[in-house]
């Protein structure tokens, strides 16, 4: 009897501990984040006034971790530039237990020590939380789910519909009882259901979202599977996501033109993969591929500048290669990749062409865009560097823009 009250007495006083040292982490936690949210920094000023999202968490996952702040604005520029992305809030959730709130204690609990997790959405506050490591992938999964909840509140029968999709020839749907399967593990039938990603196979929410990492996936398994196999799901499911505006309407002509590239053979095919990317940016003007479109252009026209001058004789200007670059330089969307690819290829363009100071100036540019984007600073890829390469004597104005008649016969760019 003495044990059993003994045993109660315990359990009592532990619940009263437990009760008192989370009412206290919260109590810290509120206090803290109320002041940090009323005196936000420079970092947080610059963020919201770009993006009208409050950024919010602790001064060692923000301030001490910018580049994750650079991270999520592009990002959410990205998902902005497709539609609408409806976010009230940021948050870059500690990992530390102390400096949890109670909510995110009780979800740190139910999942355990699981820091494979890289995010969540919160459909009550229509806001989405991050931990410091969360990588670019899961940063547009999270945000993704804003626009398919958001697209829920039109369309109640919108997942239901989606679910359909999968539902394989025994009339069973393949969500929830295949979670935590790796698709390798995937029968050929499973794998003819349209899945490119582990994670999708876990609901048909999941998988709208996980959609935004089709532009991760290989060219040739995209190619592949829209192209050659023709996958009518895979399809389907690639028409939602566009509705969603979670992927872009020329999503399709890109994975193409990517694997024309790869497909690239010298002057042969030349003039139909330029003219073929031509068509693509009139047709998609201010699309988010552009200034990696204009990037692959270039590298075409370097290497025509290389045989025809190697056929006449002459040491080649790279001109019209020089010209793509600027172009991509001055796209809408400046992602990273593409746009510190564009910088460097511009770099070794000057240095071919003998203009040491003009190379010199672009390698600084390189290192002032890694300085910007280690800072957090929020409007990378609306501005890049362009400020400093117009300051420091690099023309980014196009108007010398010349004929590309004399290698291929073709009209003004």
């Known amino acids: 009897m003495k044990i059993k009250q003994f045993l109660k007495n315990l359990a009592w006083n532990l619940f009263l501990a437990a009760t008192v040292f989370h009412v206290g982490t919260e109590v810290c936690y509120t206090a803290r984040r109320t002041y940090l949210d009323r005196h936000p920094s420079k970092l947080r000023r610059e963020f919201y006034g770009q993006f009208w ?67 969540y959405y919160d459909n009550n506050s229509k806001s989405v939380d991050f931990f410091r490591n969360t990588d670019n992938g899961s940063i ?3 945000i993704a789910h804003s626009k398919v909840d958001y697209k829920l509140e039109e369309d109640p029968s919108l997942l239901h519909r989606f679910e359909r999709i999968s539902i394989d020839k025994n009339g069973r749907s393949p969500y929830n009882e295949k979670k935590g399967r790796k698709l390798e593990d995937l029968t050929q039938e499973e794998r003819e259901l349209g899945f490119l990603t582990e994670y999708s196979i876990t609901s048909p ?41 979670i992927i872009p309407n020329e999503f399709e002509d890109y994975v193409r033109i990517k694997q024309d590239y790869k497909e690239f053979d010298g002057e042969q095919n030349a003039k139909k993969f330029l003219e ?13 591929y552009e200034c990696g479109i204009h990037g692959l252009r270039s590298r075409v026209l370097k290497h025509l500048h290389q045989i025809e001058c190697f056929r006449d004789g002459k040491k080649p200007d790279y001109e019209l290669a020089k010209i793509e670059l600027i172009k991509g330089l001055n796209s809408r969307f400046k992602n990273r990749e593409e746009y510190t690819s564009a910088l460097y290829n511009l770099r070794m363009i000057y240095d071919l062409r003998g203009e040491k100071s003009k190379a010199d100036t672009l390698s600084e540019a390189s290192r002032e865009y890694d300085k910007r984007y280690s800072n957090g600073k929020p409007n990378l890829s609306y501005v890049g560097v362009n400020d400093f390469l117009e300051d420091n004597g690099i023309s980014l104005d196009l108007h010398e823009s010349r004929k590309l008649h004399s290698i291929l016969g073709g009209k003004n760019e």
Do not use: C
């Open 53 to 119: 999202v409050p950024l919010s968490g602790w001064e060692e996952d923000i301030e001490d971790n910018r580049e994750l702040a650079s991270r999520i604005a592009e990002e959410l520029h990205r998902h902005q530039i497709l539609g609408t992305v409806p976010l009230k809030g940021i948050n870059v959730e500690s990992r530390n237990y102390l400096k949890k709130s109670f909510l995110e204690q009780v979800r740190f609990i139910l999942h355990g020590r699981n820091r494979t997790i890289s995010g």
């Open 140 to 142: 547009a999964h999270e």
């Open 205 to 245: 929410g999941e998988e709208l979202a996980e959609s935004s990492r089709y532009e991760q996936m290989p060219e040739e398994l995209l190619f592949e599977e829209i192209f050659v196999k023709k996958n009518p799901r895979l399809l389907e499911k690639i028409r939602y996501a566009k509705e969603l505006k």
């Open 276 to 288: 073929d990317t031509d068509k693509f940016l009139h047709r998609n003007s201010g699309s988010v």
